[in-house]
């Protein structure tokens, strides 16, 4: 086998089923299937036309821009905004693609909900992220200078990164999970900062979900497993002891061709020998 077919075997098996559940859906729903990521593509076109109007920056960072030294519960309330607020010193462009692509095959593979979920877990990481890194000190292994304090924490960076981590996990498509995963780690190792360790951990808050979820995937069956089987109740009584001789003795039983006919069963107490033998009571 060729090195180029090997490659192309390799990307079917990675990409091959997301990309025919994003046809599937697109063939059966339309624009429909991309409510949720359009929503978001359009929001942050939007945010970053008024952010750059003068009479738009202010509201804006007002109600979206998140920094470490803000007080914690009005950071809280800003997350949400900040995952479309694109930031100032990157083209918007990139930022249109991230969301288009990666919200998109994720909204069709694993729905609009737990898209939301995912990317809104992911951002509220790295916010509670440079907080604590700020809290440890530049000394400390994961902390941050107390510069980064007064960073402007926006954008749908760590979004993307945890959702492509995410999306990876669930179609089992290990290469690109680690391929996302390592050009994470060379960006802090080249250009170390805040955006950078965001997105580590992100990822971390993603793998932490991933094994969890693949651990009570493991559990489950072997609950089931060791479980008893419920006894099926019918709403019929058990039959007392010896009905089965009973109804054999009156011709009733399976296959007996006896009949009930209300009047009492014949009992022969009398044992006569002969034609005139006569069955009664007495």
């Known amino acids: 086998m060729s090195r180029r077919a090997a490659l192309r075997r390799a990307a079917v098996r990675e990409w091959g089923p997301p990309a025919a559940a994003v046809r599937t859906a697109l063939a059966e729903r339309g624009a429909?299937?991309?409510?949720?990521?359009?929503?978001?593509?359009?929001?942050?076109?939007?945010v970053q036309l008024v952010q750059n109007q003068s009479w738009g920056y202010g509201p804006v960072r007002a109600l979206g821009a998140v920094r470490a030294e803000d007080p914690f519960w009005s950071a809280l309330l800003r997350t949400p905004l900040s995952l479309f607020v694109p930031a100032l010193d990157l083209p918007v462009w990139g930022a249109l693609a991230q969301i288009l692509l990666v919200f998109g095959v994720a909204e069709i593979c694993l729905g609009r909900w737990r898209t939301l979920a995912v990317a809104y877990a992911a951002t509220l990481a790295g916010t509670l992220y440079a907080r604590i890194g700020v809290?440890?000190?530049?000394?400390?292994?994961?902390?941050?200078?107390?510069?980064?304090?007064?960073?402007?924490?926006?954008?749908?960076?760590?979004?993307?990164?945890?959702?492509a981590v995410y999306l990876c996990h669930q179609r089992r498509a290990r290469f690109t999970g680690a391929l996302v995963v390592v050009a994470m780690v060379v960006e802090v190792l080249v250009k170390d900062n805040l955006a950078g360790r965001e997105h580590l951990a992100a990822i971390a808050v993603v793998l932490a979900v991933c094994g969890v979820r693949e651990w009570l995937g493991r559990r489950a069956p072997a609950t089931r497993t060791g479980r008893r089987a419920p006894a099926i109740r019918t709403g019929r009584r058990p039959p007392a002891p010896g009905a089965g001789r009973r109804r054999s003795a009156q011709g009733l039983g399976a296959g007996g061709g006896g009949t009930r006919s209300g009047a009492p069963p014949m009992r022969s107490w009398n044992f006569r020998r002969g034609p005139a033998q006569r069955t009664s009571w007495w």
């Open 32 to 46: 429909r299937a991309l409510a949720l990521t359009l929503t978001a593509t359009a929001l942050t076109a939007l």
């Open 135 to 163: 809290a440890l000190g530049p000394e400390a292994f994961l902390g941050l200078p107390a510069s980064d304090a007064r960073v402007v924490d926006t954008g749908p960076s760590a979004a993307v990164v945890a959702l």
